[in-house]
């Protein structure tokens, strides 16, 4: 499972945050949910750093290193040989 792996490139700055959801309503992987009409960073190791967030933040409160995560994932699942480790984007 994806949570293995925690180390991605995903930056969330909750300051800059205005609230229109489209980090929730695009992240295959519910890395971000809603409290107080903001979003919120709950599950940063299911990133898989697709750049869906990123490229749909009106705000620029997201960064991500989009596509490094899937290939240091399975590099990592290589090197361990933890077969739970899998890609989510293929």
Known sequence: ML????????KYD????????????VCP????????RKAR?????????CGACERNCPT??????SGVGCASLMIYA???GKKEAA????
């Open 41 to 49: 960073l709950v599950r940063r190791q299911a990133c898989m750093e």
């Open 60 to 65: 620029r409160a997201i960064t991500v290193d």
């Open 87 to 90: 890609c989510a984007c293929s």
């Open 29 to 36: 992987h519910a890395v971000f949910e809603l409290r107080n």
């Open 78 to 80: 290589a090197l361990t």
């Open 3 to 10: 949570n293995s792996y925690t180390h991605n490139t995903l």
């Open 14 to 25: 909750p300051e800059r945050c205005n609230g229109c959801k489209m980090c929730w309503a």
